[in-house]
Structures are given as structure tokens and as C-alpha cells.
């Protein structure tokens, strides 16, 4: 389990570290002006779709079934044909209303605006057709417990989008942003040849290739309860990303530069959440899968204490230090060229509001593998819905009063729903015996102790500017 842990964190660290690369080189070049937010709506957009459909939903719903499926490689084929092909024509349906789509993420824009922004949306979604045929490969690459070249292929789009900006340089914000977009598609395009190549190598392509010819003779994988799992799991899995979706629109309607205030503040806290919530998550499923299907589940809710004791150290050490350094880590990586000292002042505070849901959201992905190995997508669908609707109701109360982070504060919130929502359907008891050790103790006093010495030196520094 570590060493798969740990090579996901490696992989997702890389892709990070130039994932910030490229935002200090966004900021440099956009700051938070319109095309900054225009670029991160037509952004936004595919990912969205990405996260519902492909990450969250098709992975959670794809795992347990093929586990099950004697017909591996039909069945393989038979959904990449199938979803490949909504997911072209759900490309071809936004191309064709791109404004109407472009009006309902950023309702608060001028029709100016939305002129301005509708050629970059049509560019930005078709790398969605791209990371879905990532997301099947890789989910048939990690069933055989190899995880490396998913988690280090999303540093390809991040190279692609750098490179953009260096060929943008000098020029225009507009000129930048466009080659942003299409440095998008590109990076995606690169991330599927990167899965094609691990498939060669570990004689996988074969199975699929021969799976593809079945299919098109007519033959069928007995793949019961995918397609009304997956519907539970679009809903099941769309609570943050819908989240986000609410944030956006609502920050639309705010002052120039919410959007952005939320999307750079949103990348810092994704970090620790990828870093370690996602990549642990990642890497224990397939054997959480397996132990369910063996009928197992004492073996399944040894993987979750020993797992559960690690990310809850991990997440409440990033916690206190980006709430307490929020103002210093946005200044480091982003105060320059456009972006001003105002611009970090009013994304630190974001980001303190969204540091407020990391431990929830990261144990939320933990316990959820639960339900999902369990093939209980629909209660995680039931628990999504009411989270969704707690977002909304806050985004709504909080956003007159406090702005961005009013946004952001509200999705921490129903962070906090998800997750106590699904300890309950987990079983309060299980639930007990699993937090209640030496471990955690331990770490809940080094938190307190970390966060008092953060608090005296961010003052002693202060005092000595």
C-alpha cells in the first residue's frame, strides 16, 4: 500500500510543483483581470464535466465491476466505445451552443464578456474527450497495480500549458489566453499517447485491441449494475464539483477577479488534497475492491484504520500550516507582474476558508471507497444531493457578506456534511474503534504544538520587517 501511496505522491507532487509553475506563469501573464477570469471559466467548464464523469464517477463505478467481470477486455472496450461516444457528442452539443453554455457557468458576465469568452470554452472542451479515454486507461492500468504513469502523465499537461506561455510571451492577454487553450488540448492529447505506451508495455493493449474486435462483432460483457452504478456515481461524486460550479456562478456577480481569487486559492488546496487524500485513495481502492469481493471485510477495515491514522497526520499538519501561512504561501507564489498585493490580501482569505475543508473533504474520499467497493453508489448519491444543497443555501447567504470567501467557506461546510454523512452510513461504532488510538492522539497534541510555533514565528517575523 505505501509504495503505491508514495509513488501517486511523487507523481502527483511533480505535476504539481509544475502545476504552480504555470499558475505563477498565468498570474504573471492574466493577473486577475477579465481574460484571467474568462480563461478560468472556459477551463473550468471541461473539468467540471471531467470530474463528474470520468475521475469521480466512471472510476468509482468501473473498479468493482471489473473486478468482478470474467470478460475483462470486452468489457473494457465496450465502455470506451460507448462513452467515448458521449462524450464526442456532448463536445459537438457544447460546440454548437457554446454562448448558452458559456451564460449559464458565468451568469454574472456582460454579453460582452460572453462574446469574449466563447471561442476559448469551444477550445478548453474538447480535452475533456481526451481525459476520459485517460481515466478508462488508467483505471485498466491500476486493476494490475501499476499507478505510475497516471500519476505522473498530468505533468504533461501541465508542460504543454507552460509552453504556451513561453510562445506567449510579450504578447497580448487575450493572445495569452488562447494559447492557454490550446496548450489544454494538446496536454490531453499527450496524456492518452503516455497511457497507449504503459498499455504496450504491460501487454494490455492486446486485451483491449481484442476486446474492441468482439465488440464490433456483436458480442456484449455481462457487466451488471455499471451503467445504474455509474448514474449513481455522476451524482455520488459531484458534490465538490459542483460546489465549485455554484462558486463560480455566483462569483460572477462579484466584483473582477472573484473567479480568480477562487481558482488560485483553490489550487493551493488541492494540493495537500491530491498530495496525499487522493493519491492514498488511489492506491488502497483496487484492494478495498478485491478484500469486498472476497467477502473480506475485516482485511478491507484493516486497509482503512492503517490508512485513516496516516492521512489524518498528513491533512491536520496542512491545515494549520495553510491557515496560519495562507497570506505568505499566496504571496510567495503568485505576487508578481499583474498580480498585485491586493490580489494576495483577498485570495489569502480565500484560501483560509477552503484550508477549513481539507481534513473533511480528504476523509470524506477515504470512507467513501466503503460505499463504493460495496457498490452502494446510490447512498452516495443521497448523502451528494443534501451536501449539494447545503453548498448552495450558504453560497447564497455567505457571498453578499464575505465575498469570495463566504464561497469558499460554504463549500468547507458541506465538506463537513459528506463527511459525517458517510461515517454514519460506515457505521458510528466502526468508526470509533478506528480514530480512538495512540496514533491519532499523538497527533492532534504535534498539531496544537505546530500551529502555536507557526503563530510565534509568523509574529517574530512581522515584528522584524
Same mark, same amino acid.
Not at 51 to 63: H, I, N, P, T, V
Not at 156 to 181: G, H
Given at each position: ?258 473567479? =480568480?481569487? $477562487?481558482?488560485? !486559492?483553490?489550487? /493551493?488546496?488541492? +494540493?495537500? #488534497?491530491?498530495?496525499? *487524500? &487522493? ?125 469570495? =470567501?463566504? $464561497?469558499?467557506? !460554504?463549500?468547507? /461546510?458541506?465538506? +463537513?456534511? #459528506?463527511?459525517?454523512? *458517510? &461515517? ?42
Amino acid at each position: 500500500m505505501l509504495r503505491h501511496f508514495f509513488t501517486n505522491s511523487i507523481g502527483i507532487l511533480c505535476s504539481r510543483v509544475l502545476g504552480f509553475i504555470r499558475d505563477l506563469m498565468t498570474a504573471n501573464a492574466l493577473g486577475a483581470s477579465i481574460w484571467s477570469d474568462i480563461f478560468f471559466v472556459a477551463f473550468k467548464l471541461p473539468n467540471l464535466f471531467r470530474r463528474l464523469f470520468g475521475e469521480g464517477a466512471f472510476s468509482q463505478a468501473f473498479m468493482p465491476n471489473l473486478v468482478k467481470v470474467s470478460q475483462k477486455g470486452l468489457f473494457c472496450a465496450e465502455i470506451l466505445i460507448k462513452l467515448s461516444l458521449a462524450m464526442l457528442g456532448l463536445s459537438l452539443i457544447v460546440m454548437l451552443f457554446a454562448p448558452l453554455v458559456t451564460k449559464a457557468l458565468a451568469f454574472g458576465f456582460s454579453p460582452e464578456t460572453i462574446a469574449l469568452a466563447v471561442p476559448l470554452v469551444r477550445i478548453n472542451f474538447w480535452y475533456l474527450l481526451a481525459i476520459f479515454i485517460v481515466t478508462l486507461l488508467s483505471a485498466l492500468l491500476q486493476y494490475k497495480n501499476h499507478f505510475a504513469t497516471t500519476a505522473f502523465s498530468t505533468a504533461l499537461l501541465n508542460i504543454s500549458m507552460i509552453t504556451a506561455l513561453l510562445l506567449a510571451l510579450n504578447l497580448d492577454q487575450k493572445s495569452a489566453a488562447m494559447y492557454l487553450s490550446w496548450g489544454v488540448v494538446a496536454g490531453g492529447m499527450l496524456q492518452v499517447l503516455s497511457h497507449i505506451i504503459a498499455l504496450k508495455r504491460l501487454n494490455l493493449l492486446r486485451l483491449l485491441t481484442l476486446g474492441i474486435a468482439k465488440f464490433a462483432k456483436g458480442k456484449r460483457a455481462k457487466a451488471k449494475g455499471f451503467w445504474q452504478n455509474f448514474g449513481h456515481g455522476i451524482i455520488g461524486s459531484s458534490a465538490n464539483q459542483l460546489s465549485d460550479f455554484i462558486s463560480t456562478f455566483i462569483a460572477s456577480f462579484l466584483a473582477t477577479g472573484a473567479i =480568480s481569487y $477562487l481558482y488560485y !486559492a483553490n489550487r /493551493i488546496f488541492q +494540493l495537500p #488534497l491530491a498530495l496525499f *487524500a &487522493i493519491a492514498l485513495s488511489t492506491a488502497i481502492f483496487p484492494k478495498i475492491a478485491k478484500a469486498i469481493k472476497s467477502k473480506n471485510d475485516t482485511n478491507a477495515i484493516n486497509l482503512l484504520k492503517k490508512s485513516f491514522s496516516l492521512l489524518f497526520f498528513l491533512l491536520l499538519f496542512s491545515t494549520i500550516g495553510g491557515f496560519v501561512l495562507a497570506n505568505e504561501i499566496i504571496w510567495l507564489l503568485f505576487q508578481r507582474g499583474e498580480f498585485n498585493t491586493n490580489n494576495t490580501i483577498e485570495s489569502a482569505k480565500v484560501l483560509q476558508m477552503y484550508m477549513l475543508g481539507l481534513l473533511p473533504f480528504g476523509l470524506y474520499k477515504l470512507f467513501s471507497l466503503w460505499l463504493y467497493a460495496k457498490m452502494q453508489q446510490k447512498i452516495a448519491a443521497k448523502i451528494a444531493i443534501y451536501s449539494l444543497f447545503i453548498n448552495t443555501a450558504l453560497c447564497l447567504l455567505l457571498f453578499k457578506p464575505l465575498g469570495a =470567501s463566504g $464561497l469558499a467557506l !460554504a463549500g468547507s /461546510i458541506s465538506g +463537513l456534511f #459528506l463527511l459525517g454523512y *458517510a &461515517i454514519f452510513v460506515f457505521g458510528i461504532r466502526q468508526f470509533l474503534d478506528i480514530i480512538f488510538n495512540r496514533i491519532n492522539l499523538i497527533t492532534i497534541i504535534l498539531a496544537v504544538i505546530f500551529g502555536y510555533l507557526l503563530i510565534e514565528l509568523r509574529g517574530i517575523i512581522y515584528a522584524n520587517l
